[in-house]
């Protein structure tokens, strides 16, 4: 059996294969970049026509009451069971940064722990911008930053000898953006809770991808995105998910109608919802949302846990390839060797590593665009959406980056870069 017909064996046997039917996908591209933009389902442009048509288009303000005061919540409680979190945990709307900002400012003004924010150098940046605007807004010392000497993954024996002696709120990405290094959350949170912490988890990275359970690993807080592997559209509504104990004992910075107990009873002085829904601000972003809902129910209909075997899987089939075909011609992996504490994206890197994702995503004769992405310095990072991507998929990847480097076809490219990269 060759390379490409056990991968293509794989495939057949693969008990997720018929989702990728439900995705849209672009002609003569291979899309490994489902862990910064999800693809499109098929479903989302019936669902917003619909929308736009008969809701907005026919019922304007009537839609309200009819469909769309209810929505965020419904979209709440979906994403509530894809973490196993109860429904009354979790709301949905504007961004991760947002979110975080509302959470992270709630859980140091709440006097439950030390006024200390801690951070590492795996994070994602925004989530570090967003603690260092809340202690220079809040006057507090600036956030403490554990840097590991790797960005390959956390040491965790530093983390925790920082936690013991410097306890506080903690944000923490449970898989890191760039290596895609998964924390033992379960373990994290329990040393945390030892010693008068919490963390707040960056769910990014992992939701959609891999089997995250807010009990099984008592994790009290957390906020994310949905547009990566939950296929929720650009710029999709993030949320966030606090313990129901936890959050009675929090209040929003941000006091909007939207997260009053009667909004539309228009009083004048405000009054907290009962609940995570007092952490809603202003108008839900009703496009969005009805976007998302379908991205959400295509994997809560595959199941996280097949989600989760088949990143596992992908992952394994993928780091094998690496190391038989690409290590000998100068790449380096840079993501953990071992499924559990890997996320469900690849990172390799190479000393040409910015000139052959230009190879990869400008074909010259034929060959299929490969859209992956390019995090500075080095590294290349290679998604795998478990709901679309196949094993021929990460076969042909490799093939292709080992022709680039082998023949130097990088050498036909410059060094410039866009913005986004
Ligand atoms: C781990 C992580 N956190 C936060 C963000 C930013 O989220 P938002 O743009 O929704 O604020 C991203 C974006 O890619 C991310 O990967």
């Given amino acids: 059996m060759t390379n490409l017909q056990k991968a293509q064996a794989l495939d057949q046997s693969d008990r997720l294969a018929e989702f990728y039917q439900r995705f849209y ?48 919540k419904r979209i709440a409680g979906k994403i509530a069971q894809l973490v196993n979190a109860d429904s009354d945990e979790v ?35 925004t989530d570090n911008y967003i603690l260092e605007g809340i202690s220079s807004y809040l006057k507090m010392s600036p956030p403490l930053c554990v840097s ?54 960056d769910l990014s990275h992992a939701v959609g991808a891999v089997h995250f359970d807010v009990k099984e690993t008592e994790t009290l807080a957390a906020i994310g995105c949905t547009y990566k592997y939950l296929n929720g559209g650009p710029g999709s509504p993030a949320f966030m998910f606090i313990d129901s104990q936890l959050s009675s004992s929090l209040s929003s910075p941000i006091q909007g109608w939207f997260g009053h107990a009667n909004p539309f009873e228009f ?7 009962k609940g995570i829904e007092k952490f809603n601000a202003g108008t839900p972003q009703i496009l969005s949302l009805s976007a998302l809902e379908i991205g ?41 060797e071992g499924y559990e504490n890997r996320g469900s994206h690849v990172t390799i890197s ?44 990460l076969w042909q990847t490799v093939e292709r980056l080992r022709a680039i480097v082998t023949s130097r076809e990088f050498e036909q490219h410059d060094g410039k870069k866009p913005v986004v990269t």
């Fill in 25 to 72: 996908h672009p002609e003569n591209e291979i899309y490994l970049d489902g862990n910064s933009l999800g693809k499109q389902p098929l479903k989302t442009k019936e669902r917003l026509v619909s929308v736009l048509d008969e809701q907005w288009g026919q019922q304007l303000i009537g839609s309200w009451n009819k469909h769309w005061l209810e929505l965020p």
């Fill in 91 to 125: 709301v949905v709307g504007e961004s991760t940064s947002v979110n975080l900002f509302k959470l992270a400012h709630a859980l140091i003004e709440s006097g439950l722990y030390p006024k200390r924010l801690i951070t590492d150098s795996l994070n994602f940046p």
């Fill in 148 to 201: 590991y000497s790797s960005d390959l993954e956390a040491d965790i024996a530093q983390l925790k000898e920082v936690i013991r002696s410097n306890q506080g709120v903690l944000c923490l990405s449970l898989v890191s953006y760039k290596s895609a290094y998964y924390y033992p959350a379960k373990m994290l949170n329990a040393f945390a809770k030892s010693h008068d912490s919490i963390i707040i988890w």
């Fill in 267 to 273: 009083t004048s002085a405000f009054e907290a919802a």
């Fill in 296 to 336: 959400l129910e295509i994997t809560l209909d595959a199941g996280i846990r097949p989600i989760r075997e088949k990143s596992e899987l992908l992952g394994n089939y993928l780091i094998e390839k690496i190391q038989s075909e690409l290590i000998p011609i100068g790449f380096k992996l840079e993501s953990p």
């Fill in 350 to 393: 190479h000393q040409e590593s910015w000139r052959i994702c230009q190879c990869l995503l400008h074909p010259k004769r034929g060959e299929p665009k490969i859209t992956i992405d390019f995090r500075p310095d080095k590294y290349i990072r290679i998604g795998m959406a478990p709901l679309y991507t196949r094993y021929i998929d």
